[in-house]
C-alpha cells in the first residue's frame, strides 16, 4: 500500500494516491456488477484512514507497543475513530454521521465477523467485499510498477509469472517492453476475471438481496481459485524481489523504530501531546495511539529531532 516512503522519491505511490486507485477500480467493479457505486466508493476512500506513517510496517510496530498495555492497533478499527471520534464537523453531533453501511465497510471489508444479535456467521455486504478485493487490484499493479521504476526487477523477469506473461503476450509487439502498457493491461485483465467470476457466484449462490450475502459463507466478490492461485503467485514475488529488498527493509525496519521511540518518549511526557488529547478521557497508551497514528511519515520522521 506504501512501500516506498515519500522521503526517498516523489512518483512512487504514497498512502493518498493509492486510495484515489482504491476508488476509481471500486466504482469500476460497482458498475459492471450493478452494485451500489457510491458506498464501494465511499467505503474505498475511507479504508485506510486509519494507517500511522510507514504504511503496514508502521501498524506493526504500533500494535506491539500497545501489546505492551494488553490492547491492539488494527487500522480498520482506527479508521472507525477517525470518522466517528476525531472529524468534528457538526456542532451537535460527534463525527462525520456516515451511514451504516459505510462504517461496516470500513471496520470489515476484509473479514467476516460476528454480530451479537446474531447465531451465524455475518458475511460483509458485497460492496465492502469489493473494496477489499479492489483494494488488493490496486496495490499489487501498483507495486508492480514501482517495482520496475525502482529497478528491483525487470520486464522480463515478470514473465515468470502467469497473469503478467499473459497480460504482456496480448500487448502489441511495440508495447511489450512499454511498462505502462503492461500494468494498463494487467489490471483490465484481473478486473475482467473478477468480475466474470463474481457474477457467476451471485448466480450459484442465488444472492437477490442482502440477507443472502449476509448468511453466505464464502466470498461472492472473489477469484476463481485458479486464477487466485496466480494472484497469490505475484504476490510472493513482489515478496521477494521488492517488499524483501535490502533497501526497503533498511526504510521498514528504520520507521518502526522512529514510530517505537515516539511512543515511549510520549508516555513519558504527555503533557507533549495536543491538548485535544491531554483533555480526553482515554487511557494515555490510547491517546499516544491515537496522536501517531494520525501522523505523516515526514512528521514523524522530524518529530523527536
Known amino acids: 500500500m506504501q512501500v516506498v516512503s515519500p522521503g526517498h522519491g516523489d512518483h512512487f505511490r504514497n498512502r493518498l494516491t493509492h486510495t484515489l486507485e482504491v476508488a476509481q477500480i471500486s466504482r469500476d467493479l460497482a458498475r459492471q456488477l450493478r452494485l ?3 458506498l464501494a466508493e465511499a467505503v474505498a476512500l475511507a479504508h485506510d484512514l486509519g494507517h500511522p506513517p510507514f504504511g503496514h510496517s508502521g501498524e506493526t510496530a504500533l500494535d506491539n507497543k500497545m501489546k505492551t498495555f494488553s490492547r491492539d492497533f488494527e487500522h480498520n478499527e482506527q479508521s472507525l475513530r477517525v470518522v466517528e471520534v476525531f472529524e468534528k464537523r457538526y456542532s451537535n453531533f460527534r463525527g462525520l454521521n456516515l451511514t451504516y453501511e459505510v462504517l461496516e465497510g470500513m471496520q470489515k471489508h476484509s473479514t467476516f465477523f460476528d454480530r451479537p444479535d446474531a447465531e451465524f456467521i455475518y458475511s460483509p455486504h458485497l460492496e465492502s467485499q469489493l473494496v477489499d478485493i479492489a483494494d488488493e487490484i490496486a496495490y499489487l499493479s501498483a507495486d508492480i510498477e514501482d517495482g520496475l521504476r525502482g529497478r528491483f526487477f525487470t520486464i522480463d523477469d515478470l514473465d515468470s509469472l502467469e497473469i503478467c506473461r499473459e497480460a504482456r503476450t496480448s500487448l502489441e509487439d511495440s508495447e511489450k517492453n512499454f511498462r505502462s502498457a503492461l500494468i494498463r493491461r494487467i489490471m483490465r485483465n484481473l478486473i475482467l476475471e473478477l468480475v466474470q467470476n463474481s457474477r457467476e457466484n451471485i448466480a450459484k449462490f442465488e444472492i437477490k438481496k442482502l440477507e443472502h450475502v449476509q448468511k ?4 461472492i466478490i472473489a477469484f ?5 492461485a496466480g494472484f497469490l503467485a505475484v504476490k510472493d514475488f513482489l515478496m521477494k524481489k521488492y517488499y524483501s529488498a535490502p533497501i526497503i527493509r ?3 525496519d528504520e520507521g518502526q523504530k522512529i514510530i517505537s521511540n515516539i511512543f515511549d518518549y510520549l508516555i513519558k511526557n504527555p503533557a507533549k501531546l495536543p491538548e485535544y488529547l491531554q483533555k480526553n478521557d482515554d487511557p494515555l497508551e ?4 491515537d496522536y501517531i497514528a494520525g501522523m505523516t511519515d515526514n512528521f514523524a520522521r522530524e518529530f523527536l529531532k
Do not use: G, I, M
Open 36 to 38: 451500489n457505486e457510491d
Open 216 to 219: 453466505c459463507s464464502s466470498k
Open 224 to 228: 476463481s481459485d485458479d486464477f487466485f
Open 250 to 252: 533498511r526504510a521498514t
Open 286 to 289: 490510547v491517546k499516544v495511539c
